[in-house]
């Protein structure tokens, strides 16, 4: 029972490299969004899907890319990174709503841009 | 304003003490969603409530719609239950909007 897994842990970037944060949970969660944790405020919505081939942009999504060609999966990608991408990252699932679930999150990914 | 206001920021108690901890939104929700993040750790859902009242071990939570309000009482709390708790309510699209959060610190 992996539930979400979120890897890297921890990550130190030079601006203007690109990465991929990976994601994926395996309890055939529709739903998977990734968030932006930032001292002092709330986790802010990056991308999110609600299926496979699915995705939309959430509050904050300039500098990332999603995609989500299978249930499993979804990886953020950072196109070209900047200090201001300096943040915590997670990724969540949930069955939509209509099925009534909790929400699973993963452990987190700490981006370090210099 | 921020649609999910979170109160107070910072809590400390003492070994045992009860602890409220108090979320007010300003949007309509299918539900709301308690969450424990400890200190360079991961986001663990507690609950989430549509209606009502939930209880788990010596944590409850209640919810009353009307007044868009909820709140997570913590009962004989221990330096375990040291984390922030965060308040998250979701949207008939599915989208979370999260409170920023309440760091809770429990002296022995």
């Known amino acids: 029972n992996a539930g979400v897994t979120q890897t890297p842990k921890f990550q130190v970037l030079k601006t203007g490299q690109s990465m991929t944060l990976q994601c994926a949970q395996d309890m055939n969660h529709e739903y998977m969004s990734w968030y932006r944790q930032d001292p002092g405020m709330g986790l802010r919505l990056i991308h999110y899907s609600v299926g496979a081939g699915i995705t939309d942009q959430g509050e904050v999504p300039n500098g990332y890319n999603v995609s989500r060609s299978t249930t499993e999966d979804f990886p953020l990608r950072l196109l070209s990174a900047a200090p201001s991408q300096t943040s915590v990252y997670f990724c969540a699932s949930s069955y939509v709503l209509r099925l009534g679930t909790e929400a699973f999150f993963g452990q987190g990914t700490r981006l370090t841009v210099v | 304003k921020n649609e999910v206001e979170q109160s107070p920021q910072n809590l400390t108690a003492q070994e045992g003490e009860f602890i409220t901890i108090n979320c007010s939104y300003s949007?309509?929700?299918?539900?709301l969603h308690w969450l424990q993040q400890h200190p360079g750790g991961g986001i663990v859902s507690l609950f989430m409530?549509?209606?009502g009242k939930k209880k788990h071990g010596r944590l409850i939570a209640t919810i009353n719609i009307q007044e868009k309000h909820s709140s997570l009482h913590i009962t004989a709390s221990h330096p375990r239950d040291s984390a922030v708790y965060i308040c998250a309510v979701r949207r008939s699209t599915d989208k979370l909007i999260f409170g920023t959060g309440t760091r809770l610190q429990v002296f022995p």
């Open positions: 409530l549509s209606s």
């Open positions: 949007v309509g929700i299918s539900a």
